[in-house]
């Protein structure tokens, strides 16, 4: 994992990136991992996380996996087409480990499989198709903005 890129990822966390409270764990070329402490604030009424917070978690990190930069300062993007979820378990709190591979990529598009686990217990289960965007399809990104 490039150190610098990582560092750079951290400085310019979204507000919603916040909200949900995840970091960047590890993130290469094809893979990323997030994590992060599930709390009072992301659960639903019956007292379960919102099944719309690993909706989003799945999604942050299968955008990751494919957006990986190897150019310290440039950046790639993507927009999600499209995302599948399935649901396996509740989870009222805990550490939640989000992983996610690409598992094939043309020239614009890319498609991913990310999983979530707390505790060895598999939680949920996503697979989504990307789309890169200005300038996200070469591997050398572009200057951030």
Not at 129 to 140: I, W
Request: charged share 20%; with cysteine.
């Amino acid at each position: 994992m490039n150190e610098a890129n990582l560092q750079f990822e951290a400085a310019t966390m979204s507000g919603f990136r916040e909200v949900l409270g995840f970091s960047v764990a590890e993130w290469e070329p094809g893979r990323a991992v997030i994590t992060g402490q599930m709390t009072e604030r992301h659960l639903n009424r019956n007292g379960f996380v919102h099944g719309g917070v690993f909706a989003s978690l799945l999604d942050s990190a299968a955008g990751l996996c494919g957006t990986y930069c190897t150019v310290p300062g440039n950046i790639r993007r993507c927009i999600t087409i499209s995302l599948n979820t399935h649901f396996m378990n509740p989870v009222k709190d805990g550490f939640l480990k989000v992983e996610a591979r690409v598992v094939s990529r043309g020239r614009k598009i890319f498609f991913v499989e990310a999983r979530i686990i707390c505790e060895d217990t598999l939680i949920a289960t996503g697979q989504g198709t990307f789309r890169y965007v200005l300038g996200g399809e070469n591997e050398e990104g572009v200057p951030a903005d």
